[in-house]
């Protein structure tokens, strides 16, 4: 069992920056895929951006904008965003996965662990 508690997310205004953190638990967690998704309000939750050991992956739309990476000494990942707009106001979720996958998954349902969420609003 893999717990995961993600911070950092609040209310910023268009052209604004963030950084969600997503602590792990678990002693191999240098192992675990590790991703961030998010779920706006009446949409289906979307791939953000993927990280392991292999490397990482982003979403088209957060290109350029966004950087994932991790810590392994620390149990942690993050997301920085950078240059938000309105259309990434959503919760975003992080996730885990204790199997290894090369490329790193871009799918919800390759992942089994996930956080409780944190709301980011951007404001125009």
């Known amino acids: 069992q893999v717990r995961l508690v993600e911070s950092g997310g609040g209310l910023v205004q268009a052209g604004g920056s963030l950084r969600l953190s997503c602590v792990a638990s678990?002693?191999?967690?240098?192992?675990?895929?590790m991703g961030w998704f998010r779920q706006a309000p009446g949409k289906e939750r979307v791939f953000v951006a993927g990280?392991?050991?292999?490397?990482?992956r982003t979403a088209d739309s957060v290109k350029g904008r966004f950087t994932i990476s991790r810590d392994n000494a620390k149990n942690t990942v993050y997301l920085q965003m950078n240059s938000l707009k309105p259309e990434d106001t959503a919760v975003y979720y992080c996730?885990?996965?204790?199997?290894?996958?090369?490329?790193?998954?871009?799918?919800?349902?390759?992942?089994?662990?996930w956080g409780q969420g944190t709301q980011v609003t951007v404001s125009s």
């Open positions: 678990g002693r191999t967690f240098s192992r675990y895929d």
């Open positions: 996730a885990a996965n204790t199997v290894f996958h090369i490329p790193v998954p871009t799918t919800s349902k390759s992942y089994d662990y």
């Open positions: 990280i392991n050991s292999s490397g990482s």
